[in-house]
């Protein structure tokens, strides 16, 4: 109840009894079941189809005391060491990959609220991943919500994908 948010209907959202979560579990690759991750459809039932292609929404959500991020509206100047923060972030989302393009920061305005986007680009089992996380603070929670796809999947995921984004929308504003 806290935020809202569009993802396309070529995509659906994982589920940790479908046929791929068990297959991810099976071969030890850890997960975390609070986030909500949506994928290219079919994949949940291993789609042949779907393993030609590669898309991830993560979406996940927390919780802080009042005043530890910032508002909704507010941007504060990036330091050194918020830098360094938000690398950490980005680096435990890399799992077993590398940087192709390594992440750079800035605030971006997204309807009517501020995030910080991380650009970036990693290694992937088929090619180059194009990245992008954005953290949406709001006074006393945060969503940090990841967008990727393959570079070759650039015309069938990119303009759904950038409009994602842009439908987010925290029911209470702080």
Known sequence: DSYSIAIPNT???????????????????????????????????LSSESFDTYSRVIIQYFQFNSGE??????????????????????????GGYDYV????????????????????KRTGDRGPVSCRMYLLPNYDEMVKIIISYRDCDEALWKSDLEKVIKTF???NLK
């Open 11 to 45: 995509m659906e959202l994982r589920s940790e009894y479908d046929a791929y979560t068990k297959l991810l579990s099976e071969n030890l690759i850890s997960l975390n079941c609070n986030d909500a991750v949506f994928q290219q459809k079919g994949l949940s039932v």
């Open 69 to 94: 991020v910032e508002r909704y509206n507010e941007a504060t100047y990036i330091t050194s060491e918020d830098v360094a923060s938000f690398r950490q972030i980005v680096d435990a989302e890399l």
């Open 101 to 120: 393009i390594t992440p750079n920061f800035r605030w971006v305005k997204i309807s009517n609220f501020n995030a910080i986007e991380a650009v970036y």
């Open 169 to 171: 929308n925290w029911q």
